[in-house]
């Protein structure tokens, strides 16, 4: 009898292995979709129940690890990284996730070859084409990064994490108008990931449109009360729209998550000599000149107009300092990534292990399969790691510049709306510039690929 149960138990075991194989391959599948769907906390938990029925299992570690450091979570990133990238990949989605495993690692250039292997098994991997546009994003190859994610967003057009992305990339490359298409895109597919407000609202400060910057920061703003950047370029975008008040209220904010925060110091002194407090006001500019040295000629130019006005008469601003909030100027600003992480960081870890043999050829070579020597055009797909054919024609973004910005009269209140008779006679006297607008570089904050808590 006793032999007859365990010979019983013995044959079902394989059956319960099998089940618990499939289980977690559906939360692998979960963990997928919500990553691309721009719920990462949600491909965390999927994830990590993945690897809890399947411990070990080295594609579910290589996809968790690039959840976890697009949530913020570098350590937990790296441990899983560290082991993903000692998997020996079978199909397209295991050479994915070493891809996003030596990503997370900063081994750009291997990550890229995994996601080339992983297109070529499979070419119509739209994760293969993401990964590659993030690497390429990432080495500042952005017009290869644009030609993956135009691909990547054609092949999983419901995938909010792609359009994230490729806003970006669009910002980096000054084309704030198709960026804020490529954000509301994601807001629509995920309206609780706040960061795309952030991320358009900022894109709308950089177009001058104040009236939608400011709902889109203050929505951010809303579950993130203390980021520092959004503050500050809230504060731009209230100035532009003529509420002096609101934007002095926020750089107050800003200067005391970080009094060394120089561009916010100036910008007040600006508004508080516009409001007609003149000695508040040049003390700010004097203690910004002392924290930035290099913009002593133009807030030099800023402490004269204001020193030669009447007492409580308001100054009109036509003097800008540029520079990107807190950087360059001050060091590191509250709620700033630490040096090694985020897309910026450097790598740190020791070379990577050499590639199998089996390992596709270096990046730009075609990856389109072939019948009988010639691209089937069933297969046909545009080449990863490698900018589009010049002149193909697409409706993809391309990155050209921006159309051009409203004037300021424009940007300040919605088509339609009357002025009231202070704003006009101010307006019409000289209009406001931006104060101590950003240099509108590559997009500041947390990186493209990964958001703070």
Not at 56 to 80: E, F, P, Q, Y
Not at 149 to 165: E, F, G, T, W
Not at 418 to 440: C, H, M, N, V, Y
Request: with cysteine; glycine share 8%; proline share 7%.
């Amino acid at each position: 009898m006793r032999l007859a149960l365990a010979l019983l138990l013995a044959a079902a075991a394989p059956a319960r292995a099998q089940k618990g194989v499939s289980a977690a391959h559906n939360d692998l599948r979960r963990g997928l979709d919500a990553y691309m769907s721009a719920r990462f906390d949600d491909a965390v938990e999927a994830l990590t129940e993945a690897l809890e029925k399947s411990p070990g299992w080295k594609t579910a570690s290589g996809l968790r690890s690039i959840c976890l450091w697009t949530t913020g979570d570098v350590a937990g990133a790296r441990r899983d990284a560290a082991l993903a990238v000692s998997l020996t990949p079978k199909d397209a989605e295991s050479f994915a996730a070493r891809g996003f495993a030596r990503f997370v690692r900063r081994e750009l250039e291997p990550a890229a070859q995994d996601f080339m292997a992983a297109a070529r098994r499979e070419n119509r991997l739209s994760l293969a084409y993401f990964g590659m546009g993030s690497v390429r994003s990432s080495q500042e190859r952005l017009k290869d990064a644009l030609t993956n994610l135009n691909i990547a967003a054609r092949l999983k057009p419901d995938a909010a994490a792609i359009y994230i992305v490729r806003g970006t990339v669009l910002e980096k490359m000054k084309n704030h108008r198709k960026a804020v298409d490529d954000y509301s895109k994601a807001i629509k597919l995920a309206p609780e990931f706040r960061w795309a407000f952030y991320y358009r609202g900022r894109a709308y400060r950089d177009l001058k449109e104040w009236r939608k910057a400011i709902p889109d920061l203050t929505n951010f703003l809303e579950f993130h009360p203390d980021f520092e950047q959004a503050l500050y370029f809230r504060s731009n975008a209230l100035y532009g729209a003529g509420d002096v008040k609101g934007a002095l209220k926020d750089l107050e904010r800003v200067i005391q998550l970080n009094p060394k925060n120089a561009l916010a110091l100036a910008n007040r002194g600006v508004a508080r000599a516009e409001l007609g407090d003149k000695g508040s006001a040049l003390s700010d500019l004097k203690r910004a000149k002392v924290l930035a040295p290099e913009k002593a000629a133009q807030i030099d130019s800023q402490i004269a107009r204001i020193a030669s006005s009447e007492p409580g008469q308001a100054v009109d601003s036509d003097v800008e300092i540029t520079g990107t909030p807190g950087k360059g100027l001050s060091g590191r600003t509250a709620g700033e990534l630490a040096d090694d992480a985020g897309i910026a960081a450097q790598p740190d870890l020791p070379a990577p292990p050499p590639l199998p043999e089996d390992e596709p050829d270096p990046a730009g070579t075609s990856m389109l399969r072939t019948r009988g020597g010639k691209p089937s055009s069933r297969d046909a797909m545009p080449v990863v790691g490698t900018v589009s054919n010049a002149g193909e024609k697409s409706d993809e973004p391309d990155a050209p510049p921006d159309e051009a910005a409203p004037t300021d009269s424009e940007a300040a209140l919605p088509r339609g709306s009357a002025r009231s008779p202070a704003q006009a006679s101010r307006r019409t006297a000289k209009p406001r510039p931006d104060i101590l607008p950003g240099e509108g570089d590559s997009p500041s904050g947390p990186g493209e690929f990964m958001f703070l808590k």
